[in-house]
């Protein structure tokens, strides 16, 4: 998704992305 930095857990992006993520499968929502 962000390349190099959407492995890295401090950037802002991918742990906006993984809190979704995480919000939609607490919810039932499974995104892919």
Sequence with gaps: ???????????PVERWYRDLRAIGVAEGVVLI
């Design 1 to 11: 998704l962000l390349g190099g930095h959407g492995y890295t857990k401090e950037h």
